[in-house]
C-alpha cells in the first residue's frame, strides 16, 4: 500500500490527487475571504477553478510583444547573450546561451502564447512570458530594469 503524498510534493512523486485551485495569489483566490470578495465581485469560484484574476499574459499581450520583438531586433546581429543559471533557460546552460551571440534574428513568430525567435544558422530561441514575464528595450548604457533574468544585446546598441 502507498502511502498518501503531500500536496507539496504533487506530480514529481507520482501523486495522482488534483492540486488545489489556485490563482496567481494577487487576489488571494484560494482563501475563503478571497472567495467571498471574488462573490462580490462577480467571479466565479467553482470548485476545482481559480478565477482569472488578469495576472497572466493574454494572447493581446503576447501579439504586441512579438510584434515589438519585430520592430527592435528583425534582421539585426547579437553581440552578446547573457543568462544567469535558471529556469528561464530551461534545459540549457549559460554558455550555451551566450553562443547565440553573433546570430542575426531573422524572424519573430508566435503561436498561441509562444514565440519562436528565428536565427541565421539554424538557431532559435522559444520564449514564452509566463505570469510576469515581459520584453525589454533598453540603451546600452541605462540601468538593467530589476528582476532581469537574461539580456540580448544588438549591434545596434540597444539590449533586450
Known sequence: MRSPCSR???AASGCRRPEPARCCGSCAATSTEGRRRGREQGLAHRKGEAAHCGAVPELP??????RQLR??????RIVSAKAERSRVIR???PQRFAQ???HRLE???RSGKWMLLRLDGGEGLLSH???TGKWIRRSRDAAPPSHVRATLELEDGHVL
Open 8 to 10: 507539496r510534493a504533487g
Open 61 to 66: 499581450e503576447v501579439e504586441i510583444a512579438s
Open 71 to 76: 520592430a527592435w531586433a528583425k534582421g539585426r
Open 91 to 93: 534545459g540549457q546552460s
Open 100 to 102: 547565440l551571440a553573433g
Open 107 to 109: 524572424e519573430v513568430e
Open 129 to 131: 512570458l509566463g505570469m
